[in-house]
């Protein structure tokens, strides 16, 4: 039923029309999720998806970079939304930036991490952001994805809340929080790299913490849901410690 629920939610917003914005801006929309398109110079568009919290009105506000699971990106990014990150962390308040990856190659590949960097940026020019209260999630290959832009960019993320992904390669020294959800049960990506990484974190004194589920499969993306929603006061006490 979860991945029945995947593919009508792409397939809808993959016939949906998106806001193209000029080249290199993204378009100031009001509160609400919108699917947008973000044109590069010399590069592919990247398409996405955003959800702009209810109430703002200027005020600086947080950031989530969400990054989608693997498979087909066309409307990954909105599929993943609905039915992960929304439902899981609209308590903060902040606004929740999912594009759709360009190509193979996963979230550290040099197209995606280009774009991805120019859509960042821009969503900062276009709208207030708390810039240090930015954080980046995401499922599976997305989770994965999580834990390389932590590692290399550590000075634009406050946290990381990586989900049923697997760890990148060690970086040293380590600057991010995490918080990591996994399944004991998970068949494509074991817990056992993500115990070692937490426990290897804690051990080196970061705030790491894994929340760990059983009876849920790698594919019912929405049944991890509840324990993300765990990381909510998590990531509040780690910027009020900031």
Same mark, same amino acid.
């Given at each position: 039923?979860?991945?029945?629920?995947?593919?009508?939610?792409?397939?809808?917003?993959?016939?949906?029309?998106?806001?193209?914005?000029?080249?290199?801006?993204?378009?100031?929309?009001?509160?609400?999720?919108?699917?947008?398109?973000?044109?590069?110079?010399?590069?592919?568009?990247?398409?996405?998806?955003?959800?702009?919290?209810?109430?703002?009105?200027?005020?600086?506000?947080?950031?989530?970079?969400?990054?989608?699971?693997?498979?087909?990106?066309?409307?990954?990014?909105?599929?993943?939304?609905?039915?992960?990150?929304?439902?899981?962390?609209?308590?903060?308040?902040?606004?929740?930036?999912?594009?759709?990856?360009?190509?193979?190659?996963?979230?550290?590949?040099? *197209?995606? +991490?280009?774009? !991805?960097?120019? $859509?960042?940026? &821009?969503?900062?020019?276009?709208?207030?952001?708390?810039? %240090?209260? =930015?954080?980046?999630?995401?499922?599976?290959?997305?989770?994965?994805?999580?834990?390389?832009?932590?590692?290399?960019?550590?000075?634009?993320?406050?946290?990381?809340?990586?989900?049923?992904?697997?760890?990148?390669?060690?970086?040293?020294?380590?600057?991010?929080?995490?918080?990591?959800?996994?399944?004991?049960?998970?068949?494509?990506?074991?817990?056992? *790299?993500? +115990?070692?990484? !937490?426990?290897? $974190?804690?051990? &080196?004194?970061?705030?790491?913490?894994?929340?760990?589920? %059983?009876? =849920?499969?790698?594919?019912?993306?929405?049944?991890?849901?509840?324990?993300?929603?765990?990381?909510?006061?998590?990531?509040?006490?780690?910027?009020?410690?900031?």
């Amino acid at each position: 039923m979860t991945m029945f629920r995947v593919m009508i939610c792409v397939l809808a917003v993959w016939l949906a029309p998106a806001v193209v914005g000029a080249q290199g801006q993204v378009p100031v929309v009001s509160p609400g999720v919108h699917d947008l398109t973000f044109a590069q110079a010399n590069a592919p568009p990247i398409h996405f998806a955003l959800s702009v919290p209810q109430g703002y009105r200027g005020q600086p506000v947080p950031l989530i970079l969400a990054l989608h699971f693997g498979g087909d990106p066309n409307g990954a990014g909105r599929a993943m939304l609905d039915i992960l990150i929304l439902p899981a962390m609209a308590d903060l308040g902040a606004f929740i930036v999912a594009p759709d990856a360009l190509g193979g190659g996963g979230w550290g590949s040099a *197209p995606n +991490e280009k774009a !991805v960097n120019a $859509l960042l940026a &821009s969503v900062e020019k276009s709208y207030a952001i708390d810039v %240090t209260r =930015v954080i980046v999630t995401g499922y599976s290959m997305g989770g994965a994805g999580a834990w390389y832009w932590a590692g290399k960019y550590p000075e634009r993320f406050s946290a990381a809340v990586p989900v049923a992904g697997r760890p990148a390669e060690a970086s040293s020294p380590w600057r991010v929080p995490v918080f990591a959800v996994h399944s004991r049960d998970d068949q494509v990506n074991p817990i056992g *790299p993500t +115990e070692q990484r !937490v426990a290897d $974190l804690k051990k &080196s004194g970061v705030n790491a913490r894994l929340v760990v589920l %059983t009876g =849920v499969s790698h594919y019912e993306t929405n049944r991890f849901a509840a324990a993300l929603r765990q990381a909510v006061p998590w990531i509040r006490e780690v910027w009020n410690a900031r």
